[in-house]
């Protein structure tokens, strides 16, 4: 097989795998190695990892195929949908397990373990499919995890792009009682029927942004405490 013809095949796969390779190309294994190595030295594929190749510079395109299943979520996300002018330095995908970043052309992706890995669908970058969360999944992520900055979770349901009510459904999904009265709380403020979250509530008092110090009014119909303020896009 020609190089071209080989490149072009291997152009469909957002990531591709050794094993992979040898199955497209037909080779030996180590005549594969070999290939490999040329092709790479050439500047025609890049590693992504032990084992693991790429024709594409923009790590967007396979983040989400480094650990299957995974998908693009969090701060990433809410930017990818234009939810917030902040662009991330990282690029943050969820996955099933832990997993160390990876360095890939000066971008970090970083990965984080989570149990809640729903919410996401394949989703048009460019030319290729790439799987990232719904909108409201990469708040219930964010929230979850407590990754992304909570501004920038705020900046995102000002848009009034969230579907409130999908919202408040995977609050209640996941069954974590804090993430539903923070939920909960951004909801009232926003002024979304929050009866539904009320239902799943305990008398322990949380913190409205866990990063925050532990100083602010007690709100009793949440049971969490108000150390920060909140803002709305009309200032």
């Known amino acids: 097989m020609k190089k071209?013809?080989?490149?072009?095949?291997?152009?469909?796969?957002?990531?591709?795998?050794?094993?992979?390779?040898?199955?497209v190309s037909n080779l030996q294994p180590n005549y594969a190695r070999l290939y490999l190595f040329r092709l790479k030295k050439e500047g025609l594929i890049f590693q992504v990892e032990k084992g693991k190749y790429t024709l594409f510079e923009d790590?967007?395109?396979?983040?989400?195929?480094?650990?299957?299943?995974s998908y693009i979520s969090f701060w990433t996300a809410i930017r990818f949908y234009n939810l917030t002018e902040q662009l991330p330095l990282d690029i943050m995908v969820a996955t099933t397990k832990s997993k160390k970043p990876i360095i890939f052309q000066n971008v970090k992706?970083?990965?984080?373990?989570?149990?809640?890995?729903?919410?996401?669908?394949?989703?048009?970058y460019g030319d290729v499919n790439i799987f990232m969360a719904e909108?409201?999944?990469?708040?219930?992520?964010?929230l979850l995890l407590k990754n992304t900055p909570f501004d920038e979770i705020l900046k995102a349901l000002e848009t009034k792009e969230i579907n409130f009510?999908?919202?408040?459904?995977?609050?209640?999904?996941?069954?974590?009682?804090?993430?539903?009265?923070?939920?909960?709380?951004?909801?009232?403020h926003f002024g979304f029927n929050t009866k539904k979250l009320l239902l799943n509530l305990d008398k322990n008092y949380i913190l409205?942004?866990?990063?925050?110090?532990?100083?602010?009014?007690?709100?009793?119909?949440?049971?969490?405490?108000?150390?920060?303020?909140?803002?709305d896009s009309s200032g």
């Not at 490149?7 to 094993?19: A, V, W």
């Not at 009510?165 to 009232?188: E, M």
């Not at 007690?218 to 049971?223: A, C, G, L, P, T």
Request: net charge positive; aromatic share 14%.
């Open 109 to 124: 992706i970083r990965f984080f373990k989570t149990k809640h890995l729903w919410g996401y669908r394949k989703t048009n």
């Open 59 to 69: 790590p967007m395109v396979f983040a989400s195929f480094i650990q299957i299943p």
């Open 135 to 142: 909108k409201e999944k990469s708040i219930i992520d964010s």
């Open 208 to 231: 409205l942004d866990p990063l925050m110090g532990k100083e602010g009014q007690i709100n009793k119909k949440w049971k969490l405490i108000q150390n920060r303020s909140l803002y």
């Open 165 to 188: 009510q999908k919202l408040i459904d995977y609050a209640v999904k996941t069954k974590n009682i804090s993430l539903i009265k923070r939920v909960g709380y951004l909801c009232d």
């Open 4 to 23: 071209q013809e080989m490149l072009k095949i291997l152009g469909r796969y957002p990531l591709f795998t050794f094993n992979e390779f040898i199955r």
